[in-house]
């Protein structure tokens, strides 16, 4: 696929950690109005550098557009690259107008060119894992989700200094005015309508907590950096989603199913471990014990937490596992390892993977307009819930994603395989004592 970026900041430099992995996405070239930005890049990793967004439109040997811009100018650019005849993978949220959204997909299927776009975790082996395991029915039937979204107190984490590796800096004060859930509520979002269906009402609460994260001025100054909704799916799961800028960082993934639970620690970590648990007497009943609950390794030894099991491997699994090209000094490499290892690692063309793989079969996209714009409208009811709390439903909706194939013909059966802890079967007997008479 012949792709070009517009856009060259921060996540630029996300997106180039994994390219090594994916030689089949042709980079024809760059454009950032911000010219020292695009200028930068152009010198880092050798892309030509188009002199205007038009000139970047008027290529031919660009079939699709990368939109990595500021939210502000998701739609623009968005827009004018599908009127100029280009296929469209933009960063999300597609826009932060329901309506603005809808015309742009309105007018990509009157052009016959494809949208669509982040985010791509939905496609990486610790999704697909939590994917398969519920479809094996490893949990029984999933009644209930807890997803976190905590990132960190904000104002305590010096987002001012932060900078990408050819310094691009983190730009804080437009993630602080869009807030936490525009920001990042469609990583959960993603993964949660993928398995379970659209949303058919939302319950939500936002508020804006801490004030003076930073000493610039923000406008506006009070986006809500604290976000909760409970969202009812179609298939009777409920789901509780929270997103804050205040509490320590917390990226799980949890769903709880009537025979057991499987939990995915970061939904930042492509390759985060995934724990699955069968519900025993033994389980249940070693969680009321203080030190099951605060001592891991001795609640494991009960089973509680479940086993960590083998992620489902997908085709571009090896993205996350090397980087290349963006960095070579030693200090570079060792953090980019510790980053991988310990904190999260994406491959964010993934996404643009998966796009040019569905267009190359002829197949739909796996991210097709109708869940695009559900996700918005969820993203917008919940950012925007206020401190008095709404109960919505939602407009929207969409015909099931179908499970990627080949996470669906994985040959691992997390059902099948489970095993529970050695300890937690030969105290099983014990238990049933202690809770007679
Ligand atoms: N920062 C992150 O960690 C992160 C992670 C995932 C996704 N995103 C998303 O990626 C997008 C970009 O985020 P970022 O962190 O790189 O922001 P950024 O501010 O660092 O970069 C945006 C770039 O777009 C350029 N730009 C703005 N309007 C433009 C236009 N009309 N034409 C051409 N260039 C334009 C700016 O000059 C800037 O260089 C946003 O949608 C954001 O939500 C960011």
Not at 23 to 43: H, M, Q, W
Not at 49 to 74: R, W
């Amino acid at each position: 696929m012949k792709i070009a970026f517009v856009g060259c900041g921060y996540v630029f430099d996300i997106y180039m950690r994994t390219l090594w992995a994916h030689p089949e996405l042709d980079i024809r070239g760059v454009f950032d109005i911000d010219t020292a930005r695009s200028n930068v890049v152009s010198r880092h990793y050798g892309f030509h550098v188009y002199p205007s967004l038009d000139a970047l439109l008027s290529d031919p040997e660009v079939d699709t557009v990368v939109n990595l811009t500021s939210i502000g100018s998701h739609f623009d650019v968005t827009q004018r690259a599908l009127e100029a005849g280009k296929d469209v993978y933009t960063e999300k949220p597609v826009t932060t107008d329901l309506d603005r959204t809808r015309s742009l997909f309105a007018l990509a299927h009157a052009r016959g060119r494809i949208l669509t776009g982040a985010p791509c975790n939905l496609f990486c082996d610790a999704v697909s894992t939590l994917m398969k395991a519920v479809r094996d029915g490893a949990i029984g039937r999933p009644v209930l989700v807890y997803a976190e979204l905590d990132d960190n107190p904000a104002h305590m984490m010096q987002l001012e200094k932060v900078q990408s590796p050819t310094g691009a800096p983190f730009p804080y004060a437009e993630e602080l005015q869009e807030g936490c859930t525009v920001e990042h509520v469609a990583y959960h979002l993603v993964w949660l309508c993928a398995l379970f269906g659209p949303v058919q009402s939302v319950t939500a609460f936002s508020d804006f907590l801490i004030p003076n994260k930073t000493k610039t001025p923000l406008v506006p100054p009070d986006t809500p950096d604290f976000s909760v909704a409970c969202l009812q799916f179609a298939n009777g799961v409920a789901a509780r989603v929270t997103c804050t800028w205040v509490s320590p960082r917390n990226h799980q993934m949890h769903i709880i199913g009537d025979q057991g639970e499987i939990t995915a620690d970061n939904v930042f970590h492509d390759q985060s471990p995934v724990h699955l648990e069968r519900f025993s007497r033994v389980t249940l009943a070693a969680r009321k014990a203080y030190t099951a609950r605060t001592q891991p390794v001795i609640g494991r030894l009960f089973g509680v937490g479940g086993r960590r099991v083998p992620l489902v491997r997908r085709w571009k699994s090896h993205a996350v596992e090397a980087e290349k090209g963006v960095g070579s000094s030693l200090k570079h490499r060792f953090v980019s390892w510790l980053r991988r290892r310990e904190i999260y690692a994406q491959d964010k063309l993934l996404g643009l993977a998966e796009m040019a793989r569905a267009m190359r079969e002829q197949r739909p996209q796996p991210l097709p307009p109708d869940f695009l714009i559900h996700l918005t409208e969820l993203t917008l009811l919940i950012q925007r819930a206020g401190a008095q709390g709404v109960a919505k439903v939602p407009t929207t909706s969409f015909a099931p994603v179908p499970l990627l194939d080949d996470v669906l013909n994985s040959p691992m059966n997390y059902l099948q395989t489970y095993k529970p802890a050695l300890l937690e079967r030969a105290v099983a007997g014990l238990v049933e004592a202690l809770h007679r008479r």
